[in-house]
């Protein structure tokens, strides 16, 4: 454990962590908006940004609840598994067997730029924010954003698609801040700067499999390490070498092919 990790965990064990600890942190930010449901509020940015998307998604016919949004470091501090942290390293909510929490002082739902909505994977809610959700700031961290293809992104696996962040608030707020975490997450949990919530009840310690690997970001990685040649471009070719951008413009193609039937067999 660091020395600021062992700072935050002697403010975690007083009765007002964010007083105790000093500074501005995760779990201790002013000036938050409401956006309008069970008491939930955000950081002004994202609430309005959020309150657009829902409007939004009203209007298409599509709603969901939502299970958390801004979280105290003092709820932060209590939900963290101190004992497993302590002996393994681990970060892993309390009360659970391997359900992933951020350490205290470094969740995106302490900055109010993260909820847990009460969505499935598959369903309405799900897909429309699939599909819709990046036009107003908000995608979910472990979602492999490497397609505009809406029905490709469905696809995906995310070990927690109930979790949404708004990134420009997000990272305007973590900005020169010191990160307070350190050790692994007890289950792999794509890419995220952030925190896992978990509040569904849906297990997240479950395994990416190769098939969404292979459907996903991973793909597009192997096929450009071993087809390099479609980076060639055809833009630097000059009227001289009109043959030569032929050939390279027949063998982009070609690759574009053969990267389409890959993706469609697996």
Known sequence: MTENQKKMMEA???????????????GCAPGLTSIGEGGHKL??????????????????????GIT???????????????DHF???????????GGVPVAFPGNSNHGWGSALDLKVKKGDNAYNWLVCNSRKFGYSNPFIKY??????QLKRQSPVEPW??????????????????????????????????????????????????LMGGGALNSWLDTFMPMKK???ENQTPD??????????VNENIDRIKNLIKKVL
């Open 146 to 151: 490497t397609s505009d293809d809406c029905e």
């Open 241 to 250: 070498n009109e043959d030569n951008q032929e050939k390279q413009t027949q």
């Open 86 to 96: 302590n002996s393994t390293g681990k970060k892993r909510k309390k009360g659970t």
């Open 43 to 64: 950081n002004p940015d994202a609430a309005k940004a959020y309150i657009e998307m829902i409007k939004a998604a009203e209007k298409d016919g599509v709603k969901w």
């Open 163 to 212: 979790h949404w962040e708004h990134l420009e608030s997000s990272k305007r707020l973590k900005s020169g801040m010191q990160s307070f975490d350190s050790g692994p997450q007890v289950a792999t949990s794509g890419s995220t700067d952030g925190d896992s919530g978990g509040s569904s009840g849906e297990t997240t310690n479950k395994k990416v499999s190769m098939f969404d």
């Open 68 to 82: 958390d949004s801004y979280r105290p470091l003092s709820i932060q501090c209590k939900i963290l598994d101190w």
């Open 232 to 234: 060639k471009g055809t």
């Open 12 to 26: 975690c064990n007083s009765s007002d962590p964010c007083k105790t600890h000093g500074g501005t942190v995760s």
